[in-house]
Each structure stands twice: as structure tokens, then as C-alpha cells.
């Protein structure tokens, strides 16, 4: 959320919608909760921001999800909008693993931001990639699956209610990590 609200703010983009994936086929199915879980955690997270929200648009596109399909629909289906891609440097590296990578690349901004970890290719030299001065932040999905699993809190690493949500309902405590 905090670098939604980074992006939101200091890009020229409107909007931010949180696309919940059902099955990405970069990651193990059996890490993550079930799809309307997510949805309900990205809902929560979004509560009280304007221009940030959730999305379950893949819900009913075919699995695994792939971003060029998502985007193809998208664009479909909202043709009066112009979508563009967020994502962190890491997934850049695997960038040309993707399907169509290369058409993702020639059709659709993609606004990248850094994760210290991680050295930015020479990809981020592209013209449709924008290299975003985001905060540096080491939270990922699976580093809070990782503390939730061995019970360490998650306070301040999520929205409160999200945190006050999933302290009531375990539906990570299991799976597998």
C-alpha cells in the first residue's frame, strides 16, 4: 500500500487497482490463501483511499494468469482507459520470462520501483519503463506468510485491518511456505 500511494501520488497516474490473481504461474499455489481471502485482505487494505483499489478481474479469465492476457482484457473492456503496469525491480529480472514479454513491453508503461536487493537491468533503459525513486522497503508477500508462520506479529507490516482481520482468521496458518 505504501508504494501504491507513492505511485499514485507522484506518477501521472489516476488510479491504482490491486489486481488479485488467482494463479500466477510464477508461484506456488500452495502458499497462497484462496482468491476471495486475498480479495477481502486487498479490500480491507484499500478502505479509505480514493484512488487505490481492489480488482478481481482475473477471477474469470482463464488460469494461471498472465499479465498480457489481463491487460488484453482490460483494454477490452475498458477501452476508454489507458493501463499501465507496476512492478518491483526483481520482477524486471524475470521480466523476459513472461508471456509476451516483448508485447507487454511495446504497448503498456511500466512503472518500476527498486528493491535494494536487487540490481535494476538494462531493461529499465526501455522508453515504455519509468524507474520510480519509491521508498526502499524489504516487505513482500512472503515475508509476512514467513512471519505468520512462525507466529511472529505482522503489526505495522500491514494495515490495521488487515492485521486485525487476520489475527481473527488464520488462513495462513495452513499453508504450505
Known amino acids: ?3 501504491a500511494n507513492y505511485m499514485v501520488n507522484t506518477t501521472d497516474l489516476d488510479a491504482i487497482w490491486m489486481v488479485v490473481t488467482p494463479h500466477n504461474p510464477h508461484k506456488n499455489k500452495k502458499t497462497l490463501a484462496k482468491d476471495f481471502d486475498r480479495l477481502h485482505l486487498v479490500n480491507l487494505a484499500c478502505e479509505g483511499t480514493s484512488k487505490i483499489r ?3 478481474i482475473e477471477f474469470n479469465l482463464p488460469k494461471p494468469s498472465y499479465t498480457i492476457d489481463t ?3 482490460l483494454g477490452e473492456k475498458y477501452p ?4 499501465s503496469l507496476i512492478m518491483g525491480g526483481d520482477n524486471l529480472l ?7 514479454y516483448e508485447l507487454l513491453l511495446e504497448k503498456y508503461p511500466i512503472y518500476v520501483y527498486q528493491r535494494s536487493s536487487y540490481e535494476v537491468p538494462d531493461l529499465v533503459n526501455h522508453s515504455n519503463i519509468t524507474l520510480c525513486d519509491a521508498p526502499l522497503l524489504e516487505i513482500s508477500s512472503s515475508y509476512i506468510r514467513k512471519l505468520i508462520k512462525n507466529k511472529k506479529s505482522i503489526r505495522y507490516l500491514v494495515p490495521d485491518k488487515v492485521f486485525d482481520y487476520l489475527e481473527n482468521n488464520p488462513i495462513y496458518e495452513r499453508l504450505v511456505q
Open 80 to 83: 476508454d482507459h489507458n493501463f
Open 71 to 73: 491487460m488484453t482484457y
Open 94 to 100: 524475470t521480466l523476459h520470462k513472461w508471456k509476451n
Open 54 to 56: 481492489a480488482s478481481q
Open 1 to 3: 500500500m505504501i508504494i
